[in-house]
């Protein structure tokens, strides 16, 4: 049997984007000991390592491309980021969801809870 790729068009709304930043704010808390936001993307520090990341929407964007490529989260968080993608909705991202989009956007995988 032959292995075939799928692959998707995603683009990442800005009305998304702010919405999955706004969420992460509620989500990041125990790992992130600052968060600062600005129209070209938000900062996070890591409270273990002190390291700071610096996330675009272009980063949220692969982040989430990620994860619905290659999927690493339970069927809850995976159900949200389908939608995401495939209906362009973000109502389905919660603090939680968020919080492991930001993540894979800082880290590369979700290393946190």
């Not at 998707?8 to 790992?31: A, F, T």
């Amino acid at each position: 049997m032959e292995n075939s790729i799928i692959t998707i068009e995603y683009s990442l709304s800005r009305e998304n984007y702010d919405d999955i930043i706004e969420m992460s704010g509620y989500g990041v808390g125990y790992w992130a000991s600052a968060m600062s936001s600005s129209k070209d993307g938000c900062q996070f520090v890591d409270g273990d390592s002190g390291k700071e990341f610096f996330v675009t929407p272009a980063k949220v964007q692969k982040a989430i491309a990620e994860l619905h490529g290659k999927p690493e989260l339970n069927e809850y968080y995976q159900s949200a980021i389908r939608t995401l993608v495939n209906e362009g909705c973000s109502g389905d991202v919660g603090a939680d969801i968020a919080d492991a989009i930001i993540q894979k956007a800082c880290f590369g995988s979700v290393i946190y809870g």
